[in-house]
């Protein structure tokens, strides 16, 4: 009889463990246009990002983890759906939201979480964020980059570039766009953190820069604040051993780029500083609240930086080139993550993973049940994570850009499988194909040496049933 008045005892306590337990909490963190090589652990030497960095000491940084897309919308669906690019039948630069079934938000929302959106949505106008699985929407809009980041975040000129941001009318002279947004995400966090909450922040930066002046000679408000681009110059004038201004000319059938070489531009070195000085007010919250251990942190980008042409802002070396393209330094981004209950601090993973995987793979470690219908094109990471383990590439990534671009890009797509990849250009029918494991930096078109597998690859990745939408 005591056996068994203890073993109920026990049994009580381990039911109500099991309701007293929280769901963890999620903080995904999306940078525009930032490239691998863009953070300091990374190894950048010239950009400043000390709360980036060190999250990625108190978690895992992933160092082969690719996005879906080389511009900004396509990608950011990608991300969202589980789905890739052209089965999304996205061809362009804008994301579209109604090409979604079921965002991974939406999963959450469903399961009782209470959800927020900030930043660049990219993906629908304002009215599109809400039914996508949010609770609050601050700033979320169809605007993909900003004209002035200071207070009233609106054109300033007869032939502004950018767009006047929404929803952030109550402010007053002086206030930093990305300062505000994130007050608000505070504000969030302080009223929602006793219930498992979602913080999806999608930062507007770091597009590309325009400094007081930019390359064209008209006054621009600079996409950092002016003075953290004034330290960088300053930090320029005073260390002459920086590397700056070197480039090199790159021929790619009709495609032709000027590449910047050099990471040395204080405009965009200023939207780096300013976003990680936003996300140090974040971790701080999330440990002032006792949150940090209950949450994971997630934080990536929608494709690499600008590299080439006038706008140049950043170098991806060793890899090549930057946004719009389908070489590694366009299609290569930071993944970093965070769980200290569930993930060892410090480690390296060098797994080959994509934006897809991330629907599945949240899904996983929230315990919630795979959408299989849902997430076709991505895999999820989290079991190999769990065990500290590399999964070798043995999927199929494809990527299409059927537009021209300012970065230099023609109209393209490209196939990777295993340890290849190979490049198809639409109007000249150029094609490349490179080993980027042995050949990172894509220096070497093998394509002669092996013809049987360039026609494979390239009949695979102009099938009908998968890339008609970029036929054009």
Request: charged fraction near 25%; aromatic fraction near 10%; glycine fraction near 8%.
């Amino acid at each position: 009889m005591k056996y068994l008045i203890m073993m109920i005892h026990l049994i009580g306590m381990v039911t109500l463990q099991s309701k007293d337990q929280v769901q963890p909490n999620i903080v995904f963190i999306l940078l525009d246009d930032f490239g691998v090589k863009d953070l300091g652990c990374y190894g950048s030497a010239f950009h400043e990002s000390p709360h980036i960095d060190q999250l990625a000491k108190e978690g895992v940084r992933f160092t082969n983890s690719y996005a879906a897309h080389s511009v900004c919308g396509p990608s950011r669906t990608a991300i969202i759906s589980g789905r890739s690019a052209p089965r999304l039948g996205l061809a362009g630069i804008g994301g579209n939201i109604q090409k979604v079934d079921l965002p991974w938000p939406k999963v959450l929302q469903n399961k009782g979480y209470k959800n927020c959106f900030a930043g660049k949505w990219h993906m629908g106008g304002d009215d599109s964020v809400l039914p996508a699985g949010f609770d609050v929407n601050i700033s979320g809009c169809n605007v993909g980059q900003v004209s002035d980041y200071y207070y009233p975040y609106k054109r300033f000129d007869d032939k502004p570039y950018g767009q006047d941001v929404q929803g952030m009318e109550d402010g007053k002279e002086g206030d930093f766009l990305t300062d505000k947004i994130t007050d608000k995400v505070l504000d969030f966090i302080d009223e929602n953190h006793k219930n498992p909450f979602l913080v999806y922040f999608s930062f507007y930066q770091t597009h590309k820069s325009y400094d007081k002046k930019d390359v064209d000679g008209k006054e621009r408000i600079s996409q950092g604040k002016l003075e953290d681009t004034e330290y960088f110059e300053r930090k320029l004038a005073n260390n002459l051993s920086i590397p700056r201004n070197k480039t090199r000319e790159l021929h790619h059938g009709k495609s032709k780029a000027i590449e910047a070489l050099t990471q040395s531009n204080a405009g965009f070195a200023a939207q780096i500083k300013v976003v990680d000085d936003n996300l140090g007010r974040l971790f701080k919250k999330l440990k002032d609240l006792n949150l940090e251990e209950n949450t994971i942190v997630i934080f990536t980008s929608d494709q690499g930086s600008l590299c080439s042409n006038k706008r140049a802002i950043s170098t991806q070396a060793p890899y090549r080139l930057g946004k719009g393209w389908h070489f590694e330094g366009g299609l290569r981004v930071p993944l970093i993550m965070k769980w200290p209950t569930k993930i060892k601090a410090g480690t390296i993973n060098k797994t080959p993973t994509i934006s897809m995987d991330l629907y599945p793979t949240i899904l996983d470690m929230l315990n919630i049940p795979q959408q299989e219908e849902q997430s076709l094109d991505g895999v999820n990471i989290w079991p190999a994570l769990q065990r500290g383990k590399t999964i070798s590439f043995d999927r199929t990534w494809r990527w299409a850009f059927a537009s021209n671009h300012s970065s230099g890009h023609r109209k393209s797509a490209a196939i990777r499988q295993g340890d290849y990849k190979l490049i198809y250009w639409y109007e000249d029918k150029h094609t490349e194909l490179y080993n980027v494991v042995n050949d990172i930096g894509e220096n070497h078109n093998i394509i002669i040496k092996h013809p049987e597998l360039a026609a494979s690859l390239k009949k695979e990745l102009l099938a009908p049933d998968y890339m008609k939408t970029y036929r054009k």
